[in-house]
């Protein structure tokens, strides 16, 4: 749902309320009264017991008609058994944010009268950064905590999103860190620990890593929130061409879902250990996902292992989708049954409250079937300490003063500048110190100079301060030094708003020119049509650059935009990505451009040719490109564009004697292959950062090959020039960085003549190594029944996993490191 | 340029002004001192002269860099000789709007603060009554001239858009009257009329015609205000799949160009003789339309026979696009030049300001180019009266008082129960009198209930009043009677905001159901990616129509939904649509829900089925269908649907007889051929408006063969009951009613059969008659230059047109007449 519609949603609510709140006023709920309540001598008030068995006691003695009124995301609560209501729907995407069960104070200075504002996880995710995002994820939880231990949020937020950001045009992609599977699925287990506050083993580390959390509190035994990945699976697409989100069915062969669409979700349920997941609107080969019995529990549950205490819910109103849009089932009561009976514990919307009713009424379901959803849902409530006393949860003694701690914004303007890419520097315009401006005037230009809630993308809350560009450089430089001037936004480019331009960059010596994409043109329902730059902003852009004076694009926005004329025009001296960056984005973007903080970041996502989407449907879920069709394939792994290699060292193993070493290791796929010691030198002439990529190439298993496929990445910090400058970064492997999917989903380790490249356009350094032996299954896939659409083998083209992980106009030579 | 960026728009003028405003603070624009001031002695100041000579007379006194400055919308003018600045781009698209030029007070109460807001031209079209039409441009010229007398506006209007509504998805459909040629001919020279104060005579009459214009100004010697035609050809689409306005190369044939997209223009230019014309953003055949030398002189100002002190505007800023994105010119200079040179005589923008300096330097234009296109602008202010005395221009005296008036708030009240169309009526569900909700609790519901802005659709200014649906029916059955719930809207439908439907309905013994799209999904820059309703829509009614209640459903928005659900759902007893119906939207669609007002619009446009437009491209201009591609066509004239016939009476001409009659027509097309002279009936029991559209059938002239098209209409009102309750409508044909356009461009009067059919599914009556002789050309086309695309002979394919103007889902034998 558009939180743009949050505070309307709210007023309905009200209006047509089942229930009374009974806390005070602003609070989302309130804890039971396990001391004195009603509650008090049943089993669930017994911290001695398991989570399971506690919620079972609650659940017990509820009538149906209390357990169907219990399944809706505004619960009602069980008020004689003094259980409160309890607002399910809290959004912290990338920090608290508004949402049905969260409220900020009206004053934005007084107390919760906002959160910090990180960065948008397209732009964390460019950090490669996954120290970064369990500090980021652990401050968030922090906040959020204390907005509940205050009556300002629930204890379970609605975040991650992580579906891969599949086509370029998805007007969420800005929701998620990126396109790869391997990133994504790194990055959301370091997400998770931050956010449920468990223990996070960084998969490697770098041997001058200088990340704190600002989260001290070290308990253990409760969960500090819970966490929902979302949006269980295959939802990508918002509006394209008449399909609807609520109604797209998208067709997903058997190797795509497993090897593609699914590991990030895998992450979350069997890795990470999330509290939720969330099934999404759409249908996977023609089964609404939230009525899915074989992905909500063959997969989910049974194939991932996942915690009996992990409950699903579906997105808003996706269970109603069943029914209509999706002709799933004939009735209204029969697609709230078949929601519930797959796996649907919890409904965003009231269709469960009105329509399992009848369902139970004409025997489509029974007690046993409300009772297993809430189950899950209490005992995850258990985790969170709902039913224990106070005064042994740290956790219960957060407030306001842990909330927008100088640690918490710091780390908001450090995550924006480790997300900040550098696509283009020529004739050293980068770094432009503070030395350089000196004395000089500066045109601060476009229509991103003066952006503050633009900067945090979508869900979004009330962050202490939204600092500019513009506000940026004219406190580094002071007001005098500065002009500013708008200029034509994406959608509606007039010459009306240009001569203020010309005009200032007249009067100007240096050019810094902030613009891009926004919501206007991606959000949520609302895909992107063009890839392009806008002929206006060229124009502008183009025109400046025939000045001859030094110019900097920075170009803001998630999804990409084809930078090529750019690129190609020698009047841009430097061209820089800032995504969404947050409550402190033109502070951070400017330590970028001035050279206080590197620019070491990634794109996370391809940056596609503009002519791109013309070939493709966005409807089209295959990632293999198919030469009878011309489809040209998806993501880096497939995309056209030449590398270069240089071999430095060689090996050889023997797959059975790897097998044998993984007793012990619950899940062959996770067992421990080898860590690869990178070490990097700083050889330009500032102290840097380096994002570290490696990747996995080779032909073996099914044709067609990737080109390359990400295995692991790694960032080193603060990487000092000079002959001693190396830092050494160790990138783990484990059997599955060297596996493959085939057509069946089974995940294999194949022999076969591997390498092993860091870094990409071109490799820096790279290693070949063999596997000989037998192939073996690491991971056995669950079938789906027969009668389902698109399982089938997928047709086999040429290979085609051509090009980088960041762009077709990755500066590569260009960028200088720490230059 | 998006009505929303107005006032960032102005700002940022204001910021890079190259001027500063002479006058008050306010206003737009000062009349030139013809007594005292520096041209008083200027042959421009006398009055005896001819327009043109005036104008050259001003012009000859400008230096080169004047001239350029002058070229440009928001004109600096020239001080030095008392000629005050204008700002030339002032909107009026269905009452005095937003726009650089033109300004509300900001307390709306106060003189000048608020402007009547009639509906937009979609619903204007649906009534299908020019008079109407022209009483309603009338009225809104009278208030832009008070506007104007008292700083607030200019002088000229960026209005009507008078492109043809092609495609369903078009975002600015609404602007339109509809999507038929003739229609849309018939409809601008009623509104260009009424807006330039030029005398209107209606194309045919009716017996009980009881309109009044609200102007009683009889003033003929001056223009009252300049009308624009937009968007000079060919433009439709905002952004369809990577295709943007600014960019689109529409591929057009000769056939389908003369026949469809140019006859609305032709009409503006040659036979209501506006005063300006706007080229368009995008380019036919491989040409920017405003760079098109043929286009905008053969066509426009040679062919038609264009006044010649018509002008013609680029679209915010089209030169520019010349330019980027179409890449026309290969330089800024040489894009404006082509454009000056072409017939751009204004840019809207500042390209010309900027780059025809360069442009004159290296010789690409020279003085007279400027001279040229100056001449027709100043000589348009002189038609206006820009440089006479006040005290003989009546139009000078209009002030505060002439607006907002009784008749003018009438008027938009009457405009929009005009083109209210009645889609479904089964069981006696409408009217619904006062009389049968006494008593009764009445549900309003839906996500138009509270409209007010959403009224108005694009380009409006601040009306005296909004009157949402909500506010209508409490006032007519008093509060306590009503009962409202807000329901999903269309973009996001979350049964979050459901519950207080069904607590309201179940309250209620009448359910009334407003609802639809709003600019949302259709707006500028915003094509839509779906015909379909919502699933949650359809589900909400689909409940509410399972309670036997009387269930009224009205349909807001200028684009069609396919609402074959409704149609088909026996539980839906009425279902109405409204377009955007102005600032008494609410209680005009309430007067037609109640019977105070018949229910006699019809839809302007095609309801397709939502499957349509799966097999059909955004960017695929063609009107045909194409066996072989599988494209099935477009408009109401290319579709399929069954009709029946009954002859009532035939008739035979011979064509050199009808052409020697045409002696002293200045215009062949033009020559009348016959008036048709139709009599209706009132069946029904109340007093009613019959809305007749005449359509002509028959095999003559190229195949494939229309299956019918719409020759003329005519709205008869307040038809009463009973025996004698007979209206006579005279519908006058020209030759060109019984032409067809060939393959060339020529317009042909073809031997052969004709019919002539009274309305549709079924038509009411009929009659046959018989053309002999030889083909004669009516018109001759010049031909473009060849080198040009897509002027190329159509393919041929089956006959094809078939279907009613209106809709698959037109009600037909279900609407009684004034039932």
């Not at 996070?200 to 035994?221: I, L, R, W």
């Not at 783990?732 to 999917?741: E, G, H, K, P, T």
Request: net charge negative.
């Amino acid at each position: 749902m558009h939180p743009k519609l949050y505070r309307h949603v709210r007023e309905s609510i009200c209006k047509g309320a089942l229930y009374v709140l009974t806390g005070p006023a602003l609070a989302s709920f309130t804890f039971p009264d396990c001391t004195s309540g009603p509650l008090a001598n049943v089993s669930v008030c017994d911290p001695s017991l398991d989570a399971t068995t506690r919620a079972k006691a609650l659940i017990s003695l509820f009538t149906t008609a209390e357990k169907i009124n219990l399944t809706v995301s505004t619960s009602p609560g069980v008020p004689r058994l003094g259980l409160s209501s309890y607002v399910w729907w809290n959004e912290a995407l990338h920090g608290v944010a508004d949402s049905p069960g969260v409220t900020f104070s009206a004053d934005n200075k007084s107390a919760f009268g906002s959160a910090t504002s990180f960065p948008q996880p397209i732009t964390l995710g460019a950090a490669f950064d996954d120290d970064l995002v369990y500090a980021v994820a652990s401050t968030i939880s922090t906040e959020a905590r204390a907005f509940s231990n205050n009556g300002h949020a629930g204890l379970n937020f609605w975040t991650p999103n992580i579906n891969p950001f599949r086509d370029p045009r998805w007007g969420r992609g800005q929701e998620t860190p990126g396109e790869d599977a391997f990133h994504l699925s790194s990055y959301v287990k370091a997400l998770i620990a931050g956010l449920q506050g468990t223990e996070y083993a960084s998969s490697g580390s770098t041997s001058n890593n200088n990340h704190n959390t600002n989260s001290n509190t070290t308990t253990k035994s409760y969960r500090k929130v819970t966490a929902t990945c979302k949006h269980f699976a295959g939802y990508d697409i918002e509006s394209w061409n008449g399909n609807f989100r609520y109604q797209v069915d998208a067709s997903i062969n058997t190797q795509d879902m497993v090897e593609y669409y699914l590991p990030s979700f895998q992450a979350c349920a069997r890795d990470a250990g999330v509290g939720a997941f969330m099934c999404s609107y759409n249908a996977v080969n023609g089964v609404p996902t939230c009525a899915d019995d074989w992905l909500l529990n063959d997969v989910l549950r049974t194939h991932w292992n996942w915690s009996s205490t992990g409950s699903v819910v579906s997105d808003c109103d996706a269970v109603q989708n069943v029914f209509l849009p999706h002709r799933w089932a004939d009735s209204r009561a029969g697609a709230a049954a078949a929601a519930l009976k797959a796996g649907t514990d919890l409904n965003c919307g009231t269709y469960f409250s009105h329509h399992l009713v009848e369902a139970y009424d004409s025997g489509l379901i029974e007690d046993a079937d409300l009772d297993t959803a809430l189950t899950r849902l209490y005992a995850g409530l258990v985790e969170l300490g709902f039913f224990d006393p106070a005064e042994e949860q740290p956790y219960r003694s957060l407030g306001w003063n842990d909330v927008n701690t100088p640690e918490a914004q710091n780390l908001a303007r450090l995550a924006a500048a480790e997300g900040t890419v550098l696509l283009k520097n020529i004739n050293n315009t980068l770094p432009l110190t503070v030395e350089k401006m000196q004395g000089k005037k500066v045109a601060v230009l476009g229509d991103w100079a003066t952006a503050t809630t633009q900067m945090q993308g979508s869900y979004y809350g009330t962050p202490p301060y939204l600092h500019s560009p513009l506000y940026a450089v004219q406190e580094l430089l002071g007001n005098e030094s500065v002009v500013y001037a708008y200029a034509p936004s994406y959608t509606d480019p007039t010459s009306d708003s240009w001569d203020a331009i010309w005009e200032a960059a007249g009067e100007a010596d240096i050019l810094l020119y902030f613009t891009g994409i926004d919501d206007t043109v991606e959000s949520e329902g609302n895909d992107r049509v063009s890839l392009s730059w806008m002929g206006s902003q060229l124009d502008v852009i183009g025109d400046l650059a025939m000045s001859g004076k030094p110019l900097v694009v920075v170009q803001f926005g998630g999804g990409q935009l084809d930078s090529t004329p750019l690129i190609e025009n020698p009047g841009v001296g430097a061209l820089l990505w800032g995504g969404y960056p947050g409550q402190d984005g033109g502070t951070a973007v400017l330590d970028v451009i001035t050279g206080a903080y590197p620019p070491a970041g990634r794109l996370p996502v391809t940056q596609y040719p503009a002519h791109y989407i013309a070939n493709v449907s966005m409807t089209d879920m295959a990632l293999r490109p198919d030469q009878e069709t011309g489809f040209p394939g998806r993501t880096y792994r497939c995309f056209t564009a030449q590398i270069a290699l240089s071999d430095t060292t060689s090996n050889t193993f023997d797959i059975a004697s790897l097998i044998t070493n993984c007793s012990g290791v619950a899940y062959l796929d996770l067992c421990p292959f080898a860590t690869v010691s990178a070490t990097v030198s700083n050889t330009g002439n500032v102290q840097s950062d380096y994002a570290a990529l490696l990747f996995l190439k080779g032909e073996f298993g099914p044709a067609p090959y990737p080109l390359k496929t990400l295995v692991a990445y790694e960032r080193a910090h603060n990487i000092s020039t000079g002959l001693n400058s190396a830092a050494t970064l160790e990138l783990a492997l484990n059997l599955a960085s060297l596996s493959r999917v085939d057509e069946s989903g089974k995940r294999v380790l194949y022999p076969g003549s591997y390498c092993i490249e860091l870094d990409t356009m071109p490799a820096l350094a790279s290693l070949n190594f063999t596997l000989t032996g037998k192939e073996t299954v690491l991971d056995e896939w669950p079938a789906a029944p027969t009668g389902r659409k698109g399982s089938g083998t997928p047709e086999v083209g040429p290979d085609y996993y051509v090009g980088g992980l960041g762009t077709v106009n990755d500066a590569g030579g260009e960028i200088p490191l720490g230059a």
